[in-house]
Every structure is written in structure tokens, then in C-alpha cells.
């Protein structure tokens, strides 16, 4: 019978699940941890940890993310660029900033968006480009190698920047995602 952790605390645990084949019972070899967010929304995740002792080190962890309030959000995971992007504009629309551009076609841009959409590879109503976890320093630092490459000046660089840090800005006020 598995120990019942004080409130507030989360806890750590092996799956139980039967055998299809056989009807046995059997433990997942595997460490889950159980936790609650700020929100309190509740978290399960399973671990790579081999012992016990590992697995509490790494619950440890995410309860202090969670108090620092850095902990990974339920909807981090499948956020995409493209609902940064949707924030963004949204977001211009409703304070009617002048630099929200119509275009011929009917969609909306700002400064320098163009450029991000293709190099994170959003395109309009079918693929929302790649997800939020993997935008990067590094990324970025390569999109603006690429950029410099074109021969583009520093400062439309700087307003793809301006750009993307106000999508992630948004993103984290609207607690899609958190701050890190």
C-alpha cells in the first residue's frame, strides 16, 4: 500500500496496470510524480529516474517551480507559434496600435512578422508552426545570422525582435506559457 505524502506536497508513484495476455499484475518500471500547479491544476509526468530517491529529487524540483512560479504550463506543450502570433495580433487589434497593417488579401501583419512566420514556419490556415518549447536563444540567434546573410539591416532585425519578445510577453500574461 503506497504512503500517503502530506498535503500540498505531491507525491510519487508506480502504475499499476494487468497484463492483457496473462491477467498478471503488474508495476510500471517507471517513476511518476503528481503535483499541483499555481493554477491548481494537477500534473502527473513520468520520470526517468531509477531509484525512489531520484524520482522525490525531481518532484522536489517541480514544487519549487511552482512556488517560483516557472513551472510548465498544461498548454506549454502544445502551443504553437501560431497562437503566439494570434495573441499578438489580437492583441493590436483590440488597442488599435496604427502599426497593425491590412494587407490586399484581407490578413493582418506588423513589422517584420513576415519574416518570422517563414522562418518558424507558420503558414495561414494550415500549419501552425513549430512549437513554443522549441523557440530558443539559439534559435533565434540563427535567424538572425540568416537574416544578416540577406543583407538586411540591423534594425528590421530589431523589429522581428520587438515582435516575437512581445508574442512571448503576451503569452505569459495570458498564462499560456511560463516565464523563464
Known amino acids: 500500500m503506497a ?3 502530506k498535503y500540498g506536497f505531491g507525491r510519487i508513484y508506480q502504475p499499476k496496470y494487468r497484463d492483457k495476455t496473462t491477467g498478471e499484475l503488474r508495476i510500471c518500471s517507471k517513476y511518476y510524480i503528481q503535483y499541483y500547479d499555481q493554477n491548481g491544476c494537477q500534473h502527473r509526468e513520468p520520470t526517468e529516474a531509477a531509484t525512489e530517491r531520484e524520482a522525490r529529487g525531481i518532484l522536489a524540483t517541480r514544487l519549487a517551480q511552482v512556488q517560483a512560479g516557472t513551472a510548465p504550463h498544461i498548454t506549454e506543450k502544445s502551443m504553437r507559434y501560431g497562437d503566439l502570433r494570434k495573441l499578438l495580433l489580437d492583441d493590436y487589434r483590440a488597442e488599435r496600435n496604427k502599426s497593425l497593417q491590412h494587407l490586399a488579401n484581407g490578413q493582418e501583419t506588423v513589422k517584420g512578422l513576415t519574416k518570422l512566420d517563414e522562418f518558424f514556419q507558420f ?3 494550415t500549419d501552425q508552426g ?3 518549447s522549441a523557440i530558443t536563444r539559439e534559435l533565434f540567434d540563427q535567424f538572425i545570422t540568416a537574416r544578416r ?3 538586411v539591416s540591423d534594425a ?3 523589429n522581428s525582435a520587438k515582435a516575437l519578445r512581445r508574442m512571448l510577453s503576451l503569452g505569459v500574461e495570458a498564462g499560456k ?3 523563464r
Open 156 to 158: 528590421t532585425i530589431s
Open 3 to 5: 504512503k500517503r505524502g
Open 177 to 179: 506559457i511560463s516565464k
Open 149 to 151: 546573410a540577406e543583407g
Open 123 to 125: 503558414k495561414e490556415g
Open 130 to 132: 513549430m512549437k513554443v
